[in-house]
């Protein structure tokens, strides 16, 4: 198929890779054109802006950083709504607002389109082994329509509902992610005011119940105060003020969420919102700051 893709950061790179090895004909844009060298020398093409990139695709997929990102490649003058050929298949890879996805279905269809919100988990390493947890909201045929290039770079793909769901099941994860977090770098800090080796004390507790993905992939990091980026502090804090603000228009209280948000904003305060979501062991004073 004749793919477009936009938004080559930590985990698009890895996913366009997965796509072009595929066998599909692929064409990009990114804001920062030196993000995709490594692709564009595997033969992918160029295209300067999201217009060109969408008179050209029979599929586009979307995964850049904010929703006010989202909207601009959907909705301006170049967007993807106004310049994609009619039955071009949209798919928002980016964590945004259910509201949003509900907005860019309804113009889809207007238009002659269709689209699927299908934010994924599994940060840099699920992207780049290419088993990355898919959650997506839309229309059943063109998620069935779509699967074949859902599984060139995911394992577990499920459709959650009507066009948003696939944005308030990644809130889930996102929400879940928030308050193990907190549990992981409180363990460990535990650990070693108790004067334990926090490396045994992991081969101890992530194999039993305590077991998730953050203690067995990011509490190594935080133990060797790796805090390279996988998943962004910045982004993370988006995603979770997103939450924040569709459980607060239910009349949802989340305490767990709130707190993990009030101590990641004071991480992005003191710069480091470029850092990988592990560095909130810095907190804690796990590690020198």
Known sequence: MKIGFIGTGVMGNSIAGHLVEGGHELSVFTRTRAK??????????????????????????????YPSDVKEIYFGENGLLANAAKGTVLIDLTTSQPKLALEIAEAARANGLHALDAPVSGGDVGARNAVLSIMVGGEEPIFNEMLPLFRLFGSNIILQGPAGSGQHTKMCNQINIANNMLGVC?????????G??????????????????????????????????????????????????????????????????????????????????????????????
Not at 36 to 51: I, T
Not at 186 to 194: D, F, P, V
Request: glycine share 10%; proline share 4%.
């Open 36 to 65: 995709a060298e490594e692709l564009l020398e595997k033969g992918v093409a160029w295209k300067d802006n999201p217009r060109e990139l969408a008179e050209s695709a029979e599929v586009v997929f979307t995964m850049v950083g």
């Open 186 to 194: 409180e363990s460990l800090i535990y650990a070693k005011k108790a």
């Open 196 to 289: 334990l080796d926090p490396e045994n004390v992991l081969r101890s507790i992530s194999a039993g119940a305590a077991g998730s993905w953050s203690l067995s992939n990011l509490a190594p990091k935080m133990i060797e105060g790796d805090f390279r980026p996988g998943f962004y502090i910045k982004h993370f804090i988006k995603d979770m003020k997103i939450a924040v603000e569709e459980s607060e228009r239910w009349g949802l209280d989340l305490p767990g969420l709130k707190l993990s948000l009030g101590i990641y904003e004071e991480l992005e305060r003191a710069g480091d919102g470029e850092l990988g979501t592990q560095a909130l062991i810095r907190h804690f004073d796990f590690a020198e700051k």
